[in-house]
């Protein structure tokens, strides 16, 4: 793949992570501050926003590429290392949807008798939901893995090119 593509592939992955995953951390907070309490809410605000650190500096990383401004020693550490973190919450996430796609009805009969739903809602098909989840789960691992596995490469593109000059 030629770097022009792949920096435009994660251009568009990092922003879409960008985005889900300040979505993520904006229902934590507000179902920190409301409902779970905030100390109960701190793991999944930090595990989230490694995947919004992680896509923001893939976006210094292109904007360094695309206009040759050098690239912050701490933008290249948090590719690396909040990469890794980015990528093992993917990997959670896509076993958790293997599981509530392979398990869906199971766990819907069993939300069934620990849930009480509103008369509304008694014909709600749960094991679709699931379904629909652990499709949700697999495609935003895949997208978390797919930009962090592109910006690796195009992090050590950059140093190569770098050394060449």
């Known amino acids: 793949?030629?770097?022009?593509?792949?920096?435009?592939?994660?251009?568009?992955?990092?922003?879409?992570?960008?985005?889900?995953?300040?979505?993520?951390?904006?229902?934590?907070?507000?179902?920190?501050?409301?409902?779970?309490?905030l100390a109960n809410a701190i793991t999944p605000i930090v595990m989230w926003g490694s995947i919004i650190l992680h896509s923001y500096a893939a976006i210094q990383l292109r904007k360094s590429i695309i206009t040759s401004v050098p690239l912050n020693k701490q933008t290249a550490v948090g590719i690396r290392f909040i990469g890794y973190i980015a990528m093992f919450i993917a990997l959670l996430w896509a076993g958790s949807g293997i599981l509530l796609i392979q398990h869906a009805k199971e766990l819907a009969q069993q939300l069934a008798k620990q849930i009480q739903l509103p008369p509304e809602y008694k014909n709600m098909d749960m094991s679709k939901l699931s379904r629909a989840m652990g499709i949700f789960f697999l495609l935003l691992s895949i997208s978390v893995i797919s930009n962090v596995i592109l910006n690796f490469r195009l992090l050590r593109w950059y140093y190569l090119s770098r050394q060449e000059e």
């Open 1 to 37: 793949m030629q770097v022009k593509k792949i920096v435009q592939l994660s251009a568009i992955l990092s922003w879409l992570n960008l985005v889900i995953g300040s979505v993520l951390v904006f229902s934590a907070v507000v179902s920190g501050l409301f409902f779970i309490g």
